[in-house]
């Protein structure tokens, strides 16, 4: 497992070097360039756009600003955004911990309807339900996320106003900081969690959709594979029941298919 692990850290390292040069390239291929966010300010002479190119090393060959650019990664200079003059990295660490807890939600309630959705559709193969669960699956994994969240906050924040619309947090609410999030256990924490959650509501759903289609499947799949093996025919012909040859030999069967180990 160690090794296994190791083995697949040192593969991702050229892989996301190589990435990160096609990306910085294909920028590169952008028309106007860094300097084009300035192109509209009459104030900026052309002798202070030279010197932002040189102080960016926006003079130099394309090779040697890749160099640069990636080792600025490293050290956390990610420069500073033209909109809010901020650094980015600050702009970043400010959002984070609203998306990890966005993330981190929406993933749980995912995989807390998919992985079961998903074994019992495989139980109930050909069924009606079955059937009607293959068409919505079809529908949610089509269905454009982006049109998905408009839809939402139209019907449900804007027309019947039963969730908020934006933000992670009431700013009204007493048990929130400047910052739109705790700390709930000094303030008032059933109040905090109560907001959080209300915000959480539509875009959770709006993520949720097409992720519980997609793994809902795949689940299926796995389990048709694994309930047609010879090991559950010879537990059926045992006389076990299904949901003892369910719960003891296909899920394991299952949960060791999903671990990272090399053969």
């Given at each position: 497992m160690t090794k296994f692990i190791i083995r697949r850290i040192l593969i991702s390292i050229p892989v996301l070097v190589g990435i990160s040069m096609l990306i910085f390239?294909?920028?590169?291929?952008?028309?106007?360039?860094?300097?084009?966010?300035?192109?509209?300010?009459?104030?900026?002479?052309?002798?202070?756009?030279?010197?932002?190119?040189?102080n960016w090393g926006l003079d130099k060959p394309l090779w040697q600003q890749y160099l640069l650019w990636f080792f600025s990664m490293f050290r956390g200079d990610w420069g500073t955004s033209f909109s809010t003059r901020q650094p980015v990295l600050t702009l970043i660490m400010d959002r984070l911990p609203a998306t990890l807890i966005l993330m981190l939600t929406a993933y749980i309630i995912q995989q807390s309807i998919a992985l079961p959705l998903g074994i019992w559709s495989a139980l109930k193969r050909y069924s009606l339900s079955d059937k009607i669960f293959t068409i919505l699956t079809y529908v949610g994994f089509s269905m454009p996320t982006f049109w998905l969240g408009?839809?939402?906050?139209?019907?449900?924040?804007?027309?019947?106003?039963?969730?908020?619309?934006g933000g992670i947090t009431d700013p009204r609410a007493p048990a929130f900081n400047s910052a739109g999030y705790g700390p709930w256990f000094m303030n008032d924490p059933l109040a905090g969690i109560s907001g959080l959650a209300t915000h959480l509501v539509l875009p959770v759903i709006t993520l949720i959709v097409v992720?519980?289609?997609?793994?809902?499947?795949?689940?299926?799949?796995?389990?048709?594979?694994?309930?047609?093996?010879?090991?559950?025919?010879?537990?059926?012909?045992?006389?076990?029941?299904?949901?003892?040859?369910?719960?003891?030999?296909?899920?394991?069967?299952?949960?060791c298919q999903s671990l990272p180990i090399s053969p």
């Amino acid at each position: 497992m160690t090794k296994f692990i190791i083995r697949r850290i040192l593969i991702s390292i050229p892989v996301l070097v190589g990435i990160s040069m096609l990306i910085f390239f294909i920028v590169q291929l952008a028309p106007g360039g860094p300097l084009a966010a300035f192109g509209q300010n009459p104030r900026m002479t052309q002798e202070q756009r030279e010197a932002i190119a040189r102080n960016w090393g926006l003079d130099k060959p394309l090779w040697q600003q890749y160099l640069l650019w990636f080792f600025s990664m490293f050290r956390g200079d990610w420069g500073t955004s033209f909109s809010t003059r901020q650094p980015v990295l600050t702009l970043i660490m400010d959002r984070l911990p609203a998306t990890l807890i966005l993330m981190l939600t929406a993933y749980i309630i995912q995989q807390s309807i998919a992985l079961p959705l998903g074994i019992w559709s495989a139980l109930k193969r050909y069924s009606l339900s079955d059937k009607i669960f293959t068409i919505l699956t079809y529908v949610g994994f089509s269905m454009p996320t982006f049109w998905l969240g408009l839809i939402l906050v139209y019907a449900f924040g804007a027309n019947l106003k039963w969730f908020p619309t934006g933000g992670i947090t009431d700013p009204r609410a007493p048990a929130f900081n400047s910052a739109g999030y705790g700390p709930w256990f000094m303030n008032d924490p059933l109040a905090g969690i109560s907001g959080l959650a209300t915000h959480l509501v539509l875009p959770v759903i709006t993520l949720i959709v097409v992720n519980v289609a997609a793994d809902s499947r795949y689940m299926r799949s796995s389990m048709l594979e694994t309930i047609n093996q010879d090991y559950i025919r010879t537990a059926r012909a045992k006389g076990l029941s299904e949901g003892a040859i369910v719960r003891r030999h296909a899920l394991p069967r299952l949960y060791c298919q999903s671990l990272p180990i090399s053969p």
